[in-house]
């Protein structure tokens, strides 16, 4: 009898045609319509050129709002610590145990100054300096997600940020109280209640009430991801975020409902979402197959789970651990569960992840919530040259030059001969007015 399991995508590595498959089933590249990239730019120019009444118009019609101003639209720090106050006791330890979790583990990220003093009397080094202002965006719209506000907030106030701003796209209610707390215990600044491309157009431009911010951190929908690629230059950003990622590499000795429970987790975020197997045991395969039959009918959010794992989903069967950890470097994911009996000797072989998780009980879910690094992490293979957000994602790095006059005038002969090699008079002169014949020695 066929099954639902059935119909996610099977795949053998030793197949002819294994590369050709899988990369159909990644399918990473950000194709976007002109119909979409069009309406952005236009969403991004009102805002920048009619600021608050672009911003308000367009939540009103996006989100369902009835905001007559911005005032309608912004929560300011006493509203969030009412948010925080007003917390059942088992939501606010949770809540506060996951930050400071985050909090500790970010504190180990944090990088100082450095020089070092050279013969001469020289000096050269690096300036660590916070960026001054931030912008947060919060996504919305199928979850409320209290854990993206500390994931982004709280590495920005470790890095000494001065002011955080956050946008968020959904005007929660009753709903959003667990997502304003967040804010205050993060020590977000002020959060407006918008989203969508309107919202990265006024943190990056600006506007009578929202300031211009000096990055944009967060994912969200196609219209945030392509809003975020146009202020680009304009303003800095984190990555360019796609659907969730989980690839588990197993060797068969975890219990297949707890691999099946990990797949779903991905899998219920939305449609896009992508969870992947990857094991050399084919009996395990069919094991976990029947554990997705078995749990499937338990999901709340099972119609969203079925669409993910039926459309994206993919169960890789492979000839050995190494093996599976060269198909997961191809992959990239964004998360990364190595759930084997010695994870050290797979992450050996790892190159390729936003984040690890070793073992059969780091459950990818506790690293979206409270084990300590950020869950905002590279999606769609960009775990090839992106990492996941941490402190250096809001500070800015100043190279220190301090020339003494004996080590000018030794560094003058190669700056010159340099230059004048590129055709370039200026910086070949500029570069020898400080030599000195009786210091080049």
Request: charged content about 20%.
């Amino acid at each position: 009898m066929t099954t639902f399991a059935d119909s996610i995508n099977v795949l053998n590595s030793s197949d002819a045609d294994f590369s050709q498959r899988l990369d159909k089933l990644l399918h990473r590249e950000l194709l976007i319509e002109d119909k979409i990239s069009n309406t952005v730019t236009e969403i991004l120019q009102a805002v920048r050129s009619r600021g608050d009444s672009a911003l308000i118009d367009y939540t009103n019609r996006f989100d369902g709002f009835g905001a007559q101003s911005m005032a309608d639209l912004t929560i300011g720090q006493e509203q969030l610590q009412a948010a925080l106050d007003r917390l059942g006791e088992d939501e606010r330890r949770a809540l506060t145990h996951a930050a400071e979790r985050i909090r500790r583990y970010h504190e180990k990220q944090k990088q100082n100054s450095w020089h070092y003093e050279e013969a001469d009397g020289s000096v050269y080094g690096q300036k660590i300096s916070p960026l001054e202002r931030v912008g947060i965006y919060v996504p919305g719209g199928k979850a409320n997600y209290p854990s993206s506000v500390l994931m982004l907030a709280i590495p920005a106030q470790v890095a000494g940020v001065k002011e955080i701003v956050a946008t968020v796209p959904t005007p929660y209610a009753d709903d959003g109280n667990l997502v304003f707390a967040a804010a205050a215990l993060a020590g977000v600044n002020k959060v407006y209640t918008v989203g969508g491309a309107q919202a990265i157009a006024a943190l990056a431009y600006g506007t009578e009430s929202v300031p211009r911010v000096d990055k944009i951190s967060g994912p969200g929908n196609i219209y945030v991801t392509v809003a975020k690629k146009q202020v680009f230059g304009e303003v800095g950003i984190d990555m360019i975020a796609g659907p969730s990622e989980l690839t588990v590499i197993c060797d068969g000795g975890t219990d297949p409902d707890w691999v099946a429970m990990d797949l779903f987790s991905q899998a219920e975020h939305d449609e896009h979402a992508q969870s992947i197997l990857i094991t050399p045991d084919e009996v395990f395969l069919q094991q976990v197959k029947a554990s997705i039959d078995k749990l499937l009918p338990q999901m709340e959010r099972r119609t969203i789970i079925e669409a993910s794992l039926r459309d994206r989903g993919i169960l890789i069967q492979v000839e050995n651990l190494e093996q599976a950890a060269e198909v997961s470097n191809r992959i990239a994911p964004e998360h990364l569960e190595i759930s084997v009996q010695d994870p050290d000797a797979v992450l050996e072989h790892i190159e390729n992840a936003g984040a690890i998780f070793m073992g059969p009980f780091a459950a990818e879910a506790l690293g979206d919530y409270c084990a300590g690094p950020s869950h905002v992490l590279p999606t769609s293979g960009t775990a090839r040259f992106f990492s996941a957000l941490g402190v250096y994602d809001f500070q800015k790095r100043s190279s220190i030059i301090n020339c003494s006059e004996i080590g000018a005038a030794r560094l003058a002969g190669t700056a010159s001969t340099l230059a004048r090699n590129e055709h370039l008079q200026a910086h070949a002169l500029s570069a020898e007015y400080r030599k000195n014949p009786d210091l080049e020695g």
